[in-house]
């Protein structure tokens, strides 16, 4: 406990004892058996084509949707129109004009991808591992594409295939230029490796997993940021009950937080995990500094997962895929927990 004391040079004085109790009272409280409430947010950009289809009434949405799509056949459109949809609890028709994505049959990565994270933020499982294949094929020397189609395979309940998949990303000899881009992305990899077999490990054959990659990791809290263009720099932070806030540039909490690599460049992924929670609420922000170009896909897309009581039985996850939209984005609340 040496460091422990309030001014941080030990335990000294009946002041910093009283500090000590407090705190250690305060990881004391376990959340192991806890359920936790998450509470998703969304983003509904200022565009004219919203303003208009949410100045109607429901049943008469669609037929203006129609219209509108002749002037606005792009990937961001249905995008947008089909999160109005899916916001006033219509999914099958939300999911029809999502579907118009692939439909463009555009040989377009990023386009894809953001198909692929609103895909399975509404467990459209079997079409994002469709889309993910697509990804790979596209993009075959990014560490992400073989990751997100094997995260998409356990999604659909492929979990050897899943596993085989997540190795193959891990231990794939990419290019030095892409490998540079990437430090650190093998301990997201192998967490996700670990909580397959945690969880699946009766039905593996893990014979091709070294054994001193496995290990159970269960965790409280993770949290794991994606995105689905190049050149950008996005920012994952985590603010805990305490007030503290995980990110880049404080990368570990005093209840234990810690964050992974910062990914200026590229897709990330960048993620958060905390081992024991504190009760409290915490708030998942993504930090957007921009992206360098314009792209088919138009605005970068993020897709955040939350997981609580990762590798367990008892494991819930709520994911949320939206379109981060220009300097008035910047920070964005994407999801609050509570235990």
Request: proline share 3%; glycine share 6%; hydrophobic share 35%.
């Amino acid at each position: 406990y040496d460091s422990l004391g309030s001014n941080g040079d030990g335990i000294n004085d009946e002041e910093d004892k009283k500090q000590v109790k407090k705190r250690l009272a305060t990881y004391a409280w376990s959340t192991a058996n806890a359920p936790a409430r998450i509470n998703i947010k969304g983003i509904f950009p200022k565009k004219p084509y919203l303003k208009a289809l949410d100045s109607l009434a429901k049943e008469n949405r669609y037929k203006k949707y129609l219209e509108l799509r002749k002037e606005n056949n792009e990937p961001t459109f249905y995008f947008d129109v089909a999160n109005l949809f899916f916001r006033d609890a219509d999914t099958a028709t939300g999911y029809r004009i999502l579907s118009n994505i692939a439909e463009l049959n555009l040989d377009d990565h990023e386009s894809c991808k953001m198909l692929g994270y609103r895909l399975k933020s509404i467990k459209r499982f079997d079409d994002e591992l469709m889309i993910f294949r697509k990804v790979m094929q596209l993009r075959p020397q990014d560490p992400q594409s073989y990751r997100d189609y094997a995260l998409a395979l356990a999604d659909a309940g492929k979990f050897q295939q899943a596993l085989d998949t997540l190795y193959l990303s891990f231990t794939k000899q990419y290019n030095e230029q892409i490998k540079n881009l990437y430090p650190g992305i093998e301990e997201i990899i192998v967490n996700e490796i670990n909580e397959l077999i945690a969880m699946h490990g009766d039905k593996l054959n893990i014979s091709k997993i070294p054994k001193e990659l496995i290990k159970k990791m269960p965790v409280d809290v993770r949290v794991v940021l994606n995105w689905n263009m190049n050149d950008t720099d996005i920012d994952l932070w985590v603010i805990d009950p305490s007030g503290e806030k995980c990110f880049y540039s404080h990368k570990e909490t005093e209840i234990g937080g810690r964050i992974s690599t910062d990914f200026t460049r590229g897709y990330g992924p960048e993620q958060f995990m905390l081992k024991n929670t504190i009760k409290g609420k915490y708030k998942v922000i993504v930090n957007y500094f921009g992206d360098t170009r314009q792209r088919i896909a138009g605005a970068t897309t993020v897709m955040a997962e939350i997981f609580i009581h990762y590798g367990t039985a008892s494991g819930q996850r709520k994911v949320v895929a939206l379109q981060m939209q220009g300097k008035e984005n910047k920070e964005v609340l994407v999801a609050e927990f509570s235990f």
